[in-house]
């Protein structure tokens, strides 16, 4: 995971890991290699005892523009060994089957078991984090955001209600999350400060220093006390309902694929990520 042409890099500095996404040319879009190379790093994360704190990061202009919709490497036909849920494998499966399955296992299952991380993470969020970058960044405990940093979940239009892993209600509020679903529009990093979904919004400059200060401020607590008060908080938040939020709208984000693929040209309801961007800017 050391190697600049790896699509996640990993590195300690000072007791703080360090996992970035590394598909910079693709505004660090999603693919299934990402999620699984993002899964080994926090696991050596986790296993390090050198390490207190872990920073998630992506390289380049953006942190994440979200799921991987059409670049070269996109993979949605790949296995890997370190899985997240007990289900089959979405392989030579077809239909609602291949969809559910990959989606429970690649979205869902891999942002619930990051968010049970038992060490402090923070997100450090620089230009787009959209859909999908909304997710990684959900499941960290703070969030750092540059000035320049913007926020979207536009799924909506592909007649979808939002991201597989739907925090929306618990991270923003729920009239808040409404309106952002409900326009796709972009929301900016001070908005997202107001509605306490991020801790810091510092300049692009700052970020780096800011973020690593807090991780560093958080690392001279002791290890099992933050474990125990993030697992208490994350208690209080399923408690709240979120955990069974989820696998309701889970549900109904399942049978907008299902209505898509009956009435439009595919599940996505024809929606890439050309005709997205086409139609947020109309």
């Keep these: ?55 998630l990061a992506g390289a380049g202009e953006h942190f994440s523009a979200g799921h991987d919709l059409g670049t070269p490497g996109r993979d949605h036909h790949v296995h890997y060994d370190n899985r997240a849920v007990l289900w089959w494998d979405h392989l030579e499966r077809s239909g609602g089957d291949q969809r559910f399955a990959r989606e429970m296992e690649v979205y869902l299952g891999m942002c619930r078991r990051w968010r049970e991380i038992p060490k402090p993470t923070i997100a450090m969020i620089q230009g787009a984090c959209i859909a999908g970058g909304l997710m990684l960044a959900w499941v960290c405990d703070l969030i750092v955001a540059s000035d320049d940093a ?15 892993y ?3 209600p618990w991270m923003v509020g729920s009239r808040f999350a409404k309106e952002l679903l409900f326009t796709g529009d972009r929301f900016s990093a001070q908005r997202a400060y107001e509605v306490g979904m991020v801790n810091r919004v510092v300049s692009r400059d700052d970020l780096e220093r800011t973020t690593f200060a807090l991780a560093s401020r958080i690392a001279s607590m002791p290890r099992f006390g933050l474990s125990l008060t993030k697992k208490a908080v994350n208690q209080c938040e399923d408690q709240m ?5 989820m696998d309701s709208v889970f549900g109904l984000h399942h049978f907008a694929h299902a209505h898509n693929a009956e009435v439009a040209a595919d599940s996505l309801g024809g929606m890439d990520i050309k005709a997205m961007v086409e139609r947020h800017r109309a």
Excluded at 150 to 164: A, K, L, N, T
Excluded at 241 to 245: E, F, L, Q, T, V
């Design 1 to 55: 995971m050391h190697d600049e042409t790896d699509v996640v890099t990993y590195q300690v500095r000072d007791g703080v890991a360090v996992v970035t996404m590394n598909r910079p040319r693709y505004r660090n879009a999603q693919n299934s290699v990402m999620t699984y190379a993002l899964d080994s790093a926090f696991a050596s994360a986790v296993d390090d005892d050198e390490v207190d704190v872990i920073v």
């Design 150 to 164: 913007f926020f979207s979940d536009p799924v909506v239009q592909m007649g979808i209600p939002g991201v597989e």
């Design 166 to 168: 739907f925090a929306h």
């Design 241 to 245: 309902g979120m955990r069974n939020g």
